[in-house]
């Protein structure tokens, strides 16, 4: 039975090849890459046939996520973000917004969207954008932090309050009143184009804001987070398989003391832990896509369950890479020295490794009580 989506892991390792050091080291993502990837649909598999994308499921779309996650963090990060953009048009958008966006986002258009702001990251109630109804159309004032894929993107989908409720609006990159200030030299991800981006009195017609806002404002972040914490724990899943792969490699062929590094006892635990936390991130994510292909009314918690995990894993199978590698993965622009920057970035964002605890931990008590 042939591979789910083969035909476009096979076509994204060619566009990266053993490129992601280079760009990991000078910041940057190849644009003419990103488009090339987006018109294929590769950026947002899970886009509907009908409105122009793959269709994959969420299964099929987490392992390509995690071979993107395994060559290029950077690049699995734009692939979340214009993941979510996608899937919170497809949740939210009337049928002319699904239509339009949706098929520009599988085409080659770039977005990246923006949640947290310098005064509100995990707070919602301290969000102060605003999306505000103005004659016949909106206007958007505001600051958000740490959007990635600004720097590439045509298109911001940016959260928001409207009144007591919530709206979300795609923003085109030129709009008047819009700036955008790169983030210098982040951790990690470090080629995703992290941006700060400042919103005055940007002008929109009605049709740039989903559904015509007035949503509630936690079931749009739920929503539109959900996607990215499932994306990026299968690119976790995908970080812990890159460092399995170079420290089995590494301690084949490396020899100490007369014979292989990987014939010591306690180098072979480390082996050890490293499969078992790909083994372990894998099935989660997999359970996790289950509930979300099948609609489980668990799905958004299993989504933060296998983040959780995912990221955890993937931070402590970096350091143990390093640490198997020593002086030949400490080196900027390796795999595993990307790797120990990238995994930690993940045990914050899209709700810290704190946040997603208080989360499972209310869970746990709904389920006990």
Known sequence: MPEPLADERAFLGELIGDRAGAWDLAGELPLDLLHKAGARGLLCAQVPASFGGLGATSQDNGEFTAYAGSLDSSLRSIMTS???VAYTVQRFGDRAQRRHYLAELTSGKLAGVGFSEPGAGSDLSSMETSIEPDGDGFVVNGEKKWLTGARYADYLLI???????AAAAMIPVDSPGLEIDLVADPMGCRAAGHANVRFTGIRLPASAVLGGGGQSLPMLFTTALS??????????AGIIRACLQAAGTHTRNRTQGGVALAEHQLV???????LIAEQTSTRICEHASRSWDS???DMAVMAVLAKHTSAGHAAGSAATAVQLLGSAGAQDGHVVARAYRDAKLMELIEGSNEICQ???????LSITG
């Open 227 to 236: 996607y990215g914490r499932m994306s990026i724990a299968w690119g976790c």
């Open 358 to 364: 208080l989360i499972l931990a209310e869970h746990a």
């Open 268 to 274: 072979r635990r480390h082996l050890a832990e490293l």
């Open 82 to 84: 214009q993941g979510i």
């Open 295 to 297: 609609g489980s009314p």
């Open 159 to 165: 959260l928001g309050r409207n009144g007591d409720a």
